[in-house]
């Protein structure tokens, strides 16, 4: 994919002409041909982004299937984590039990240091006092907040991807990244299909090795992808198309990274917004959803090749919508396990919904941006 694109006025894609190849400068949904004018007209999209994402995921055929797979994986993670903090949270309790941090066998580490430090705090004395059933409920509750949330989003990130082709297609009669990118003409299905079972062996062998051994959990993570590398040598197209999706979905994270950095650099500078009387905590709320705009659209943006300055350029000059489309998502990502759930692909879907919307001639060279006409937009 080509870095530093001159992005079409409508699609995003890398369009240096007069017209572009890859959409020409259509589109079969109506809502994205209408011409965008004004702030208050950007806000109202901003505000409808999320709801719309779900609907279109709802609406479309054909993809929604593509959820699957995270939400099962991500579920088996979770369930595997939290059971290894239960057995954690137990521990703690025996050493409360016998006062002696020795009983828990643990190796030298943060993990030491973090159980050392809840005994000596008396915080494992006070889980020890809670009942079976409030205790099962606090440590779910913070796993599933804070762990279930980032597991998810990131395994769900290859299948949004396929969601986000599928709906281009629809629109532009073309999946513009594949048709420029993609190294085999493997079917989607079958690079699924193939996909899912060289996962569901990984974990049983991570199980394996992990309860049979005494490699640990990390040692044995290696191992747990062999047999992706096996299915790669059984069929050499799917290793071409794994390998194609590890680079892209590194160069995506590799930016996501940056982009996180950008962000949390935003909230530690404007947190002193939050103590100003009235208007502070709406500032800072607008500058949260600002940055969470700017991590939500890492797929849409990278599927199109924008550079970091690129992305900077189109947010600038589009900070209303975006805020509007961040704060939304903010709001529906705090809803423990199923906010996650609803808003990490109804974001991405209505993300990619809202980038096609808003007009892109600022990233364009000037004597290029009349190149399209209104009347183009409006056919």
Known sequence: M???????????????????????????????????IGWVQGLVDGLRAVPNGLYLIGSTRGVKRFLIPPV????????????????????????????????????????????????????????????????????????????????????AGPFLDE????????????????????????????????????????????????????????????????????????DPEYGKWLG????????????????????????VIFFPLKFLPVIGFPLFMAIAGFGTAITLLDIPFSRRGWSMTTRMQFMVHNVVPLTAFGIVSSLVFLVPVIGPIVMVPAASIGGLWLIIRLNKDSLRPKELRKAASAGARSS
């Open 244 to 267: 194609w999706v590890a680079r892209v979905e590194g160069h995506t994270l590799w930016i996501s990274i940056k982009a996180s950095l950008i962000v949390v650099v935003l909230l």
């Open 2 to 36: 080509k870095i530093n694109a001159t992005p079409c006025r409508l699609c995003g894609y890398d369009a240096p002409g007069a017209d572009c190849p890859h959409c020409r400068h259509q589109s079969s949904d109506r809502s994205l041909n209408d011409e965008h």
């Open 163 to 234: 969601i986000q082709g599928r709906l281009e297609e629809k629109w532009f009669g073309t999946n513009p990244r594949d048709a420029l990118d993609r190294p085999t003409t493997i079917p989607v299905r079958q690079c699924i299909l193939m996909s899912c079972m060289a996962a569901g062996a990984g974990i049983l062998v991570l199980c394996l090795l992990y309860f049979i051994t005494d490699l640990g959990f990390w040692w044995s993570l290696p191992l747990a992808l062999l047999p992706f590398v096996v299915a790669s040598v059984i």
């Open 72 to 155: 099962l994986l991500t579920s088996i993670i979770f369930m595997v984590i939290f059971w290894w903090m239960m057995g954690m949270v137990e521990l703690m309790v025996q050493a409360v039990e016998v006062e002696d941090i020795s009983s828990l066998g643990l190796d030298d580490g943060w993990v030491k240091v973090v159980v050392v430090w809840f005994l000596e705090k008396g915080i494992a004395g006070a889980i020890a006092k809670v009942s079976g059933i409030l205790l099962w409920l606090m440590v779910s509750s913070v796993i599933a907040l804070y762990t279930f949330s980032i597991v998810y989003e990131a395994l």
